[in-house]
């Protein structure tokens, strides 16, 4: 329950049972509210005096009123920066603030220990470490960082959003609730399709590349450990302004986004990181790395079921990440199901603009295929006229071409495909190709240093699609 327990305005009867007109403002002689507010700076309606013993009263009946008549989990209290009568801006360390809300939850926890008590306190972290050490949890805002990653602006740290981790705020305990987007904030997917970042024919304006870019933030947002608020709507790119109607207006209601192929699937992708998100301990490790500060972002999680790295590319061209793999050996890509082997620690991989992926040193069930491709209804899901040529040379040592086409199915968006190597007992070798390409004519140099002699084969799988060749390497 979203509860504002900091003001009301002049037709609550608390304030015009003591009022000095009809609608207030209070009196001196009213027991629940402060004649002026001790902190102007921020300041609506009616300030309630927190510490009134017939507030602390009130608040306690209320509190207890909504768990115990309506089952309620808990509460998400609005501005608690303003539960007290330490004058200023509310922003400075306050253990007048700190007592108060210390006897509020302990009052609500003595009815309901289970009880969820979240804070809107936006104070220093000093003062939050106290409250969330003690079990409470505070809002965390990471809006405008999410943002400019999203948007693919990344100069002077712009989209820094390591303040999403608690322990940047030095927290002991994981109860920063962290979000994307409030009822208070731009919504990502409007700012996207207005200011959104460029690069040749990536564009982040186009309705589908920047409900991708959505996807590609959730993954960098839902696995952090710790709890986390989804907005209404966001989970299918919802896109219009909160000034749309008047800041505080009706909004529309979109259920028709469901309609939407490439809306569907983002949902489909946050669903399938909530399930790593309510499944797996990893995801709620305390030993984990976030570094997001330039446009390659990774994250690592360390945790004796399994360890995690994802790697994401923010930017609006492609670029080579050396993400440092916790270990050699095998691991698992999450969305694609497929298996990589480390053998190099320094391993280099190759990122699209926007694209990520999520590896794990054990195989987790693969989502439902395609749900990051973002294409709509109209896309072939299985082509039937890629080619896959003969290399050349063959036989060959070290080096052979190996070349390939990707069809022109009339629309303009790229094609998912990948081309592997085998050996002749069917262990995979190495992975050529693994992105979405556009229709062309492509070709790519196949080195087999590392490599004993014999016969190997070659394969391009897209979709249902699928195409072996035979090659020999001879030494």
């Keep these: 329950m979203d509860i504002v327990l900091n003001h009301t305005y002049g037709r609550s009867p608390f304030v015009r049972l003591y009022a000095s007109a009809p609608f207030g403002p209070p009196t001196s002689e009213n027991p629940w509210y402060n004649v002026t507010s001790p902190n102007p700076v921020f300041s609506w309606g009616y300030d309630l005096n927190h510490e009134s013993k017939f507030t602390q009263e009130l608040v306690d009946r209320v509190n207890r009123y909504w768990i115990d008549e309506y089952n309620i989990d808990g509460y998400r209290f609005d501005f608690t920066k303003g539960f007290t009568n330490t004058p200023g801006d509310g922003g400075t360390?306050?253990?007048?603030?700190?007592?108060?809300l210390k006897r509020m939850a302990d009052s609500i926890?003595?009815?309901?220990?289970?009880?969820?008590?979240?804070?809107?306190?936006?104070?220093?972290?000093?003062?939050?470490?106290?409250?969330?050490?003690?079990?409470?949890?505070?809002?965390?805002?990471?809006?405008?960082?999410?943002?400019?990653?999203?948007?693919?602006?990344?100069?002077?740290?712009?989209?820094?959003?390591?303040?999403?981790s608690y322990k940047e705020h030095g927290f002991s305990k994981p109860n920063l609730v962290g979000y994307m987007e409030s009822h208070d904030e731009e919504r990502l997917m409007y700012k996207n399709l207005l200011f959104g970042n460029s690069s040749g024919t990536y564009n982040i304006r186009d309705l589908n590349t920047a409900l991708s870019r959505i996807k590609l933030a959730a993954a960098f947002f839902i696995?952090?450990?710790?709890?986390?608020?989804?907005?209404?709507?966001?989970?299918?790119?919802?896109?219009?302004?909160?000034?749309?109607?008047?800041?505080?207006?009706?909004?529309?209601?979109?259920?028709?986004?469901?309609?939407?192929?490439?809306?569907?699937?983002?949902?489909?992708?946050?669903?399938?990181?909530?399930?790593?998100?309510?499944?797996?301990?990893?995801?709620?490790?305390?030993?984990?790395?976030?570094?997001?500060?330039?446009?390659?972002?990774?994250?690592?999680?360390?945790?004796?079921?399994?360890?995690?790295?994802?790697?994401?590319?923010?930017g609006v061209e492609s670029s080579t990440v050396i993400p440092n793999f916790q270990h050699t050996g095998v691991w698992f890509d999450y969305?694609?199901?497929?298996t990589v082997e480390v053998t190099n620690l320094q391993k280099?991989?190759?990122?699209?603009?926007g694209e990520f992926h999520i590896y794990s040193t054990i195989k987790l069930p693969t989502p439902e295929p395609d749900i990051l491709l973002g294409l709509n209804e109209d896309k072939p899901t299985s082509p039937t006229t890629f080619s896959l040529s003969q290399n050349y040379p063959n036989?060959?040592?070290?080096?052979?071409?190996?070349?390939?086409?990707?069809?022109?199915?009339?629309?303009?968006?790229?094609?998912?495909?990948?081309?592997?190597?085998?050996?002749?007992?069917?262990?995979?070798?190495?992975t050529l190709v693994n992105k979405y390409q556009p229709s062309g004519?492509?070709?790519?140099?196949?080195?087999?240093?590392?490599?004993?002699?014999g016969v190997y084969f070659y394969t391009l799988k897209a979709g249902s699609y699928y195409q072996t060749r035979k090659m020999l390497v001879l030494k």
């Design 348 to 353: 280099t991989i190759l990122l699209q603009a």
């Design 335 to 338: 969305f694609s199901g497929d």
């Design 441 to 453: 004519n492509y070709k790519i140099i196949f080195d087999a240093s590392n490599l004993n002699s």
């Design 395 to 430: 036989p060959f040592n070290p080096t052979t071409t190996i070349k390939y086409s990707v069809p022109n199915i009339g629309t303009s968006h790229d094609l998912s495909l990948q081309i592997k190597v085998y050996d002749i007992l069917g262990r995979e070798v190495t």
């Design 93 to 100: 360390f306050d253990q007048s603030r700190i007592n108060i």
């Design 223 to 314: 696995t952090v450990p710790g709890p986390k608020m989804l907005w209404q709507f966001e989970e299918l790119g919802y896109d219009f302004s909160i000034n749309y109607n008047g800041r505080v207006g009706n909004k529309p209601i979109r259920w028709d986004y469901f309609e939407n192929k490439t809306r569907e699937n983002l949902y489909k992708t946050i669903s399938a990181l909530n399930f790593l998100k309510n499944n797996y301990t990893a995801f709620s490790t305390d030993d984990f790395v976030i570094a997001v500060s330039s446009s390659n972002k990774l994250i690592k999680l360390n945790h004796p079921s399994m360890n995690v790295l994802i790697i994401g590319n923010f």
């Design 109 to 164: 926890w003595a009815f309901d220990s289970t009880a969820y008590v979240i804070l809107e306190h936006f104070t220093s972290d000093t003062e939050e470490q106290i409250l969330t050490n003690y079990g409470m949890m505070v809002w965390g805002n990471n809006n405008s960082s999410y943002n400019e990653a999203t948007m693919g602006y990344h100069d002077n740290g712009k989209s820094n959003f390591k303040r999403i």
